[in-house]
């Protein structure tokens, strides 16, 4: 299995609130990406990194923001939460050498109450 | 813009029977194309992928054929396993450097002994 962790795996918090989610790989690798899974309509991309401090907007980027400071972490923000943003968020990574394979961590569900 | 369409689920199968799960593409360029399984509660994991038209993919013994003609890279199996239940996504890459997956809304199999 890829080397791929999410933090927290649960999480509930209230309206409003900021919430911060973490990935952490150990295969060194280039490209890293946040999705959303909902009932209905697969996994949807939200931001994606090409390279240490270079990210780029998803289909569904309003309301997230992202940072990768290091090559093995790629956070992911929601500012102020809200209950549309209740979801299971998926990590994954590529090597970023053309018609490669993107590994998925376990996922971080998400409440917004 | 790119995108991919799978057959609605949920779907019921007996033990031994025969599956086929369709996709069909919309992309432009020549896309590579995945299927990826998400079994209960867990990450999706890759399951099988094709890279250019005619392409077999294979493994667990599920296969698909990259079809250009027909923008169709449908899933089968000839003999499924209660183990066989899980979540079943295509999904396709367009190759233009940043490897961005788009999914298929996902097919629920349940197969029954």
């Known amino acids: 299995d890829a080397g791929i962790t999410q933090s927290p795996r649960h999480k509930v918090t209230e309206t409003g609130t900021p919430v911060t989610l973490r990935c952490h790989q150990t295969e060194n690798h280039r490209y890293m990406y946040w999705y959303r899974q909902d009932p209905g309509h697969g996994l949807r991309l939200i931001h994606y990194?090409?390279?240490?401090?270079?990210?780029d907007k998803g289909e569904v980027s309003d309301g997230y923001s992202v940072s990768r400071s290091k090559t093995e972490d790629f956070l992911l923000t929601l500012e102020s939460a809200t209950s549309s943003q209740t979801s299971v968020y998926f990590c994954?990574?590529?090597?970023?050498?053309?018609?490669?394979?993107?590994?998925f961590g376990p996922g971080t569900r998400l409440l917004v109450l | 813009g790119d995108s991919v369409t799978q057959m609605e689920g949920p779907v019921t199968l007996s033990e031994e029977a025969f599956l086929t799960i369709n996709c069909t593409y919309t992309?432009?360029?020549?896309?590579?194309l995945f299927w990826y399984v998400q079994y209960p509660g867990e990450g999706l994991q890759l399951l099988l992928k094709a890279t250019k038209a005619d392409d077999k993919g294979s493994n667990k013994g599920f296969e698909a054929t990259y079809r250009k003609e027909t923008t169709s890279f449908h899933l089968e199996k000839g003999s499924v396993q209660v183990s066989d239940s899980a979540v079943y996504f295509c999904a396709l890459s367009d190759n233009f450097g940043n490897e961005k997956l788009t999914f298929g809304t996902g097919t629920r199999l349940t197969i029954i002994p």
């Open positions: 990194s090409y390279g240490v401090k270079d990210t």
């Open positions: 994954a990574i590529s090597g970023g050498q053309g018609r490669e394979t993107q590994y």
């Open positions: 992309a432009t360029g020549y896309p590579s």
